[in-house]
């Protein structure tokens, strides 16, 4: 026997924070996506690694907002009989990809930022550094923008990072265009456009890991598997624990579904009323499937502990 959790404000909740992510994307997308354009023709024209670098990143900031935004209108389609748990897993596959195209960007520009240093290229600073200061003016509107729903959504803080790295890449285009105007070192160009791909990647890095622990099904982070377990053993009517499963179907949706043995005489409605109010109280977890036993399964050795 098995109770599932879930209210009809909270899904009306959670739609109304869709929304508000999704207008905030189309924000930041229409921002990111006109001046990508102009920054790509200003990086040929003036010459500038680092803008082209900065105009890359751009580039995967617009994509990663589009990504965002597909993955928003799949990810509200009901769950139907092929996903049955619904489509919100989508968002975390585009957060997925978005960590890898940045990946590839950082990486590209760090070759280039090194053959630029041994053959350096002329670069003109003045046209350099206005194109850089209205990036930089864009980056901080998209990240304020941007800034509500990132800790709702691994999609939205996806999005925010890049464009969180791509506003750094803008101020340190701002700096090394005003350090060539003044002194004349075009070798700072490709340090500027390499700096920037090297404070990416670790940024990067952390949202493929966390994207990839909730694919993998990973718990919850900052919640200890054995400390539900036990807090699930502590409740009145509990004999036995097993079969506990922590994992995330989304990127603000933590779940959890357990075998309890009930002791002699508990009623099995009191225990899982019980249960899944302590997960919802201490742990956040709003979706939980207690399934009661009055016996231990037969094959509850070999079941995940």
């Not at 350099?128 to 509107?141: E, F, K, R, Y």
């Not at 004349?184 to 493929?208: E, F, K, N």
């Amino acid at each position: 026997m098995s109770e599932h959790k879930s209210g009809t404000g909270e899904a009306h909740g959670h739609s109304h924070v869709q929304n508000a992510n999704a207008r905030s994307l189309t924000i930041a997308l229409v921002l990111t996506g006109c001046f990508l354009l102009v920054e790509i023709a200003g990086g040929f024209i003036f010459g500038s690694l680092a803008l082209i670098s900065d105009a890359a990143h751009m580039f995967t900031d617009s994509a990663a907002l589009a990504i965002a935004l597909v993955a928003i209108k799949i990810g509200k389609r009901p769950a139907d009989d092929a996903r049955t748990f619904g489509y919100r897993r989508f968002e975390i596959l585009a957060a997925a990809f978005n960590a890898v195209l940045l990946f590839i960007v950082a990486i590209y520009i760090l070759v280039e930022g090194i053959q630029r240093m041994i053959d350096p290229h002329p670069v003109q600073s003045g046209g350099m550094l206005a194109i850089a200061c209205i990036g930089l003016i864009i980056n901080l509107i998209a990240m304020r923008v941007l800034a509500g729903g990132r800790d709702a959504s691994l999609n939205v803080k996806g999005a925010y990072l890049e464009v969180w790295a791509d506003m750094l890449g803008s101020l340190g285009v701002v700096v090394g265009a005003l350090t060539i105007h003044f002194t004349g070192w075009t070798w700072v160009d490709p340090v500027v456009a390499i700096a920037i791909g090297l404070w990416v990647l670790p940024r990067t890095w952390s949202l493929l890991r966390d994207t990839t622990h909730i694919l993998l099904e990973g718990a919850p982070r900052g919640i200890d598997v054995s400390n539900v377990r036990a807090a699930i053993a502590g409740v009145a009517g509990v004999q036995g624990v097993h079969d506990l499963h922590l994992w995330i179907s989304g990127a603000d949706l933590p779940s959890c579904s357990a075998h309890v043995e009930l002791a002699d005489g508990a009623d099995g409605d009191v225990v899982r009323s019980a249960i899944t109010n302590l997960l919802e109280t201490h742990y956040a977890m709003h979706h939980a499937t207690i399934q009661t036993e009055t016996d231990p399964c037969e094959d509850a050795a070999q079941l995940h502990p």
